[in-house]
T-cell receptor, first 112, second 111 residues
Framework: DQQVKQNSPSLSVQEGRISILNCDYTNSMFDYFLWYKKYPAEGPTFLISISSIKDKNEDGRFTVFLNKSAKHLSLHIVPSQPGDSAVYFCAASGGSNYKLTFGKGTLLTVNP | DGGITQSPKYLFRKEGQNVTLSCEQNLNHDAMYWYRQDPGQGLRLIYYSQIVNDFQKGDIAEGYSVSREKKESFPLTVTSAQKNPTAFYLC??????????FGQGTRLTVV
């Protein structure tokens, strides 16, 4: 069973516009959520995270929103740039558990 | 400069052979991890280690083995028991539960 779901395999946006990537989770024990960016044949790069005690965290062009009641989080990228084109993974962990559970990823393409 | 080094970047193996993937970190992180990525799939956890001389199975440990004799090193052996070993393997480390920092990966191909 998939505990972390990214239901959109791909997303295409125009440069300068907002990109919104979504993630849903089923495990109510998850209390820490992360977003990673990955280029082909490279390791993922950590982007931004959020703890369940918050509902928003912002870092430059990246903002993550968490809706605990809906078990949903989203990553907003504003403004989108062509260099943002990559696969974005959502991940989650719970308590003192070292394990991260990843979604399958969303391929973002930002068109010039 | 600090980081996680995986070697080699590309590895070819004949069916029936064991192969060991190297992962070294100089970040002084206690925890290390091995993930596998297949096309269209997320990252799936193979094994992880929170401290030296201790490790736990992840979600897909069958056909793999690890050791953690030194804090800096966490090698992964893909054994002949792994039925579908062709994949992209990623090593990561963390200072505590949460953010994993990843190496550049090893592409293993069975020929």
């Amino acid at each position: 069973d998939q505990q972390v779901k990214q239901n959109s395999p791909s997303l295409s946006v125009q440069e300068g516009r907002i990109s919104i990537l979504n993630c849903d989770y089923t495990n109510s024990m998850f209390d820490y959520f992360l977003w990673y960016k990955k280029y082909p044949a490279e390791g993922p790069t950590f982007l931004i995270s959020i703890s369940s005690i918050k509902d928003k965290n912002e870092d430059g062009r990246f903002t993550v929103f968490l809706n605990k009641s809906a078990k949903h989080l989203s990553l907003h990228i504003v403004p989108s740039q062509p260099g943002d084109s990559a696969v974005y993974f959502c991940a989650a962990s719970g308590g003192s558990n070292y394990k991260l559970t990843f979604g399958k990823g969303t391929l973002l393409t930002v068109n010039p | 400069d600090g980081g996680i080094t995986q070697s080699p970047k590309y590895l070819f193996r004949k069916e029936g052979q064991n192969v060991t993937l190297s992962c070294e970190q100089n970040l002084n992180h206690d925890a290390m991890y091995w993930y596998r990525q297949d096309p269209g799939q997320g990252l799936r956890l193979i094994y992880y280690s929170q401290i030296v001389n201790d490790f736990q199975k992840g979600d897909i440990a069958e056909g793999y083995s690890v050791s953690r004799e030194k804090k800096e090193s966490f090698p992964l052996t893909v054994t002949s028991a792994q039925k579908n070993p062709t994949a992209f393997y990623l090593c990561a480390s963390s200072i505590e539960p949460g953010i994993n920092f990843f190496g550049q990966g090893t592409r293993l191909t069975v020929v």
